[in-house]
Structure formats: structure tokens, C-alpha cells
């Protein structure tokens, strides 16, 4: 499977794995794909450790960070909170009694805060700690990387990607220098725009040729490995259907409602973070929904909102509220299996179709 992609990094497949959770990133890597490791919600003290262990972990094998880098410095926890109207915070009282969302154990709600909301400060302190370990490449989820980040990959030999939901936001991440880019449908898990891989991912080759672009949003077998390949990507760009592998820090309680959910019970919904994000529909997020709820408020004010309290549904399980961001494939996603496992069942699989349309398109020229 030699594609523009895999010869970039040296893997054996072009399945690229963004997740949380480093064990997923290792996993994926040894199979002979590459994880991309999330990095957003870590201070840099934390991803010292983190990426520390990926580089012991994988001995030269390749691997990237997922940043997100704003225009503009974010505030700190507490005044984005004196800025939230009271009528929202007797909202999400209510939802923490009616749910019987306990108090956090950890102590270490908004730690992500301190340095301002996903700013500009603590993405470059996250920047300066992987430029310490052995990334491979660095890929923007917020708009093209700024120059500084980007010249400073190529001095390090770090490959820089950008993640886009339209053509104008692939042909902007070229121009500030991205090396590939990820078209995303709206089929996938996490913020997305509106527009569906299968109609997405040719507009984007278009847009951005040669560029190499991965496919993502609705990926999560061999033959939609084959359908992205044949749409002109150069590789798939995948993320939920790690949730549920055996490597995955998913609570077991949300694993266990993913691995029930079928298609339909995903939503679109701002009530995380304030900008429309794919998730398993819960009793929570829908709770946002109903008659008399107030209307989300814009990011960063929203995830400033309910952060703490989702932060302690995720950590003890609190059943009725608690899910996942996660795309339309998860109904797919119904056993538990390791995520070397699910590697080689895409590899396999595509394998399959390749030999089947192979064989389609001689007898077709025969005939």
C-alpha cells in the first residue's frame, strides 16, 4: 500500500489515528500506521511524560501531534466564568443534581485554563516540548499553524498538516505551509463542518493537487479505506473507531454506550463547547435541547461553562450523561478488540476489495 503518504513517513499504511489517549498513538504506530497524538488539553509538564514515554515506547517509529492554536490569546478560567450569565449557571446546577453529578476527585478542574483557553501562550509551550522528542510531524485542527511553528518544523524535519472542512480552509493551510492536509466530512467525530466526505475529499484533491490529503470523517473499514483511495486521497485520517479498542481511557460506561449506538445516535450539538461538535447523544446534550433550555453559549464561554461538570461525569461514570465526541461510524463499532487488531482488519479488508475490483475492471476490458 504505497501511496504519497507512506512514503512521507516511512509506515507501511497510509491509516493515520488521531486520539487522546497515548496508548491508542503507540498501538496504531506499531502496526505500521501512524497515531497522532491530541495534545490540546495537556500542559506541557504533562506531555513532557507523555511523549517521553512514545518516544521510549516506539524506538524510531514514527508519530505526530494534534495541535490547536487560536488568533487570539484566550482568558483565564475565572473571568471567562464572571462573564457567564446566572440564568446558564442555575442551568447546569439543575443538570448536576438531576444527573447526580458528584463532585470531581482529582482537584485539577480548568488546569488547561491556566495559560489562557487554548491560546496562543500554552500552544507554543506545548510546540517547544515536542521539538524536545522525536515527532514526526505537527498538525493544525484550528486553521493554518503560524509561520513561526511552521519554519521551525522544517528546521526539525517535523512534516506539517493541516486539518480542513472545505476547500478555501485546504487551499489556506497550503499557503501557510502545510505538507498535507486531512478533508473532513461531517460524518466524523469532534467539531466538523457541514459538507460529507464522499462529496468533500475530490474537492479537496482538486483544490490542493499534488498536496497528498487524507480522508476522513466515516472511516472505519477497509473498503472505506478503498472508497478514499479511489476518490484521489493518498491515505485515511481516522479517530472514533479507537474509542472502543482495548487501548482506549474511554470510561468503560461510555465504551459500553458506544458499542450499543448505532448511526442515529450521533447529533451535532454546541453544548460542550460552543461550536457545533459530533457526539453520542446523551440525556445530557439533549437536556440543551429541550423547551425552556438556554441556547448555548459562543466559545470559549460554553466550555468554560460545563467543563468541571463534564470533566467529573467522564471520571466517575455517571451513566445517563455521560458519552463521547464520536462520528456516524460508530454504528459499527460493536466489539472491543485491539487496536492492532482493527489495523489488520483494515488492512485485510481492503486487500479484499483491491483484489475485487482488480478483477472487476479485467473483465470489463476484456469484454
Known amino acids: 500500500m504505497q501511496t504519497k503518504m507512506t512514503t512521507m513517513f516511512g509506515i507501511e499504511y497510509p491509516i493515520f489515528a488521531f486520539s487522546h489517549c497515548r496508548d491508542v498513538v503507540a498501538a496504531v504506530s506499531k502496526a505500521g500506521g501512524m497515531g497522532v497524538f491530541g ?25 505526530g501531534v494534534d495541535l490547536v492554536v487560536p488568533e487570539s490569546e484566550g482568558k483565564d478560567l475565572e473571568s471567562l466564568k464572571a462573564e457567564i450569565p446566572e440564568a446558564h449557571k442555575r442551568f447546569v446546577a439543575q443538570l448536576g443534581e438531576r444527573f447526580g453529578v458528584p463532585e470531581r476527585r482529582s482537584g485539577r478542574a480548568g488546569r488547561e485554563f491556566g495559560k489562557g483557553t487554548w491560546g496562543p501562550k500554552l500552544a507554543a509551550e506545548q510546540w517547544q516540548v515536542a521539538l524536545n522528542h522525536k515527532v514526526a510531524a505537527v498538525v493544525s485542527a484550528l486553521g493554518p499553524l503560524p509561520p513561526s511553528i511552521v ?65 476522513a470523517g466515516g472511516v472505519g473499514t477497509g473498503r472505506q479505506l478503498a472508497a478514499a483511495l479511489a476518490l484521489g486521497a493518498e491515505g485515511v485520517w481516522t479517530g472514533s473507531i479507537w474509542l472502543t479498542s482495548n487501548e482506549s481511557s474511554l470510561h468503560p460506561r461510555a465504551v459500553e454506550k458506544l458499542l450499543a449506538a448505532s448511526s442515529f445516535d ?8 460552543g461550536k457545533p461538535l459530533r457526539q453520542l447523544k446523551t440525556a445530557w446534550n439533549q437536556a ?12 470559549p464561554y460554553q466550555r468554560a461553562l460545563v467543563y468541571e461538570q463534564m470533566q467529573s461525569i467522564e471520571e466517575h ?51
Do not use: C
Not at 42 to 59: G, I, K, N, S, V
Not at 198 to 212: C, R, S
Not at 288 to 299: D, H, N, R, V
Open 39 to 63: 495534545v490540546s488539553a495537556l500542559l506541557p509538564e504533562d506531555l513532557e511524560t507523555d511523549l517521553a514515554w512514545l518516544d521510549r515506547e516506539l524506538q524510531g517509529r514514527p508519530y
Open 151 to 215: 519554519e521551525a518544523a522544517r528546521a526539525n524535519n517535523i512534516r506539517v498538516g493541516g486539518m480542513s472542512g472545505a476547500p478555501e480552509h485546504a487551499r489556506r493551510h497550503v499557503a501557510g505551509g502545510a505538507e498535507f492536509v486531512i478533508a473532513q466530512g461531517t460524518e466524523a467525530g469532534g467539531h466538523t463542518g457541514d459538507v460529507s466526505t464522499f462529496v468533500l475529499v475530490p474537492q479537496v484533491v482538486d483544490a490542493v493537487g499534488p498536496v497528498p490529503v487524507l480522508a
Open 266 to 273: 450521533t447529533v451535532r450539538s454546541r453544548a460542550r463547547t
Open 288 to 299: 440543551w435541547e429541550a423547551e425552556g433550555a438556554p441556547k448555548p453559549l459562543p466559545a
Open 317 to 367: 461514570g455517571v451513566a445517563e450523561p455521560i458519552g463521547s465526541a464520536v462520528g456516524q461510524i460508530v454504528g459499527t463499532m460493536n466489539e472491543r478488540r485491539p487496536a492492532a487488531r482493527i489495523m489488520r482488519r483494515l488492512v485485510e479488508e481492503y486487500a479484499e476489495v483491491a483484489d475485487q475490483l482488480r478483477a472487476t475492471i479485467n473483465t470489463h476490458l476484456g469484454d
